[in-house]
């Protein structure tokens, strides 16, 4: 069965420093991966979704940026955090191109002071 | 534009008192239609796909069902532990890779 990893759950981070959260998925191959930021009492805010090693769209202009390394591993960064970045981030993924809904991670609650 | 409404925002029941919500949704040639269960700090969790008009799925005390402008999740005799945040999402013809989420319904069942 398929599974998807998501971490830290928790971070805090002075605004002005740099972020890293890491995704990884396994028992598939080939899953489109997504990046969505989510507001408190809010619906999910799409940051970034890939098809494939190094396809990255992005549906928000922000200081926020994703790499996708290897099939199964997506990355969101920042260089510099702003308080606005503050918020659960959470990670998804499906199968490419098929009709299957998206199984998500169980997100990281990021704090910036 | 494609988008997802989902009402109410949210929706206080008595334990056994039965309701629904509802996901209204506009996009272009629709794909599929996905319900959602988030619990507080945690990611959501996948319940039903609706493909067509018509169609119902039921898992419990919940049965979600499909129109051609709006989706019903309806809640029977629900109980404490179904108190959650319900999302929909549509998937749409044009785009397999991407889903439009609404902002969610908050379910609070008293005992």
């Known amino acids: 069965s398929q599974t998807i990893h998501q971490w830290p759950a928790t971070l805090v981070q002075p605004v002005g420093s740099p972020l890293s959260l890491e995704c990884t998925v396994e028992g598939t191959s080939n899953p489109n991966l997504y990046w969505y930021r989510q507001a408190a009492g809010r619906g999910l805010q799409l940051l970034f979704y890939s098809v494939g090693i190094g396809q990255i769209s992005s549906e928000v202009p922000q200081n926020l940026s994703a790499s996708r390394p290897q099939d199964r591993q997506f990355i969101l960064s920042s260089k510099k955090l702003l308080l606005s970045d503050s918020g659960f981030y959470l990670c998804a993924w499906s199968p490419r191109d098929i009709l299957q809904p998206q199984h998500f991670g169980d997100g990281t609650r990021l704090s910036i002071l | 534009e494609d988008q997802v409404t989902q009402s109410p925002e949210a929706l206080r029941l008595q334990e056994g008192e039965s309701s629904s919500l509802n996901c209204s949704y506009t996009?272009?040639?629709?794909?599929?239609l996905f319900w959602y269960r988030q619990d507080p700090g945690k990611g959501p969790e996948f319940l039903f796909t609706l493909y067509s008009a018509g169609e119902e799925k039921e898992k419990e005390r919940l049965k979600a069902t499909l129109t051609k402008k709006e989706s019903f999740l309806h809640i029977t005799a629900p109980k404490p532990e179904d108190s959650a945040t319900y999302l929909c999402a549509v998937q749409a013809a044009n785009n397999f890779n991407k889903f439009y989420f609404g902002s969610g319904t908050k379910l609070n069942v008293k005992p």
């Open positions: 996009v272009s040639g629709l794909r599929g």
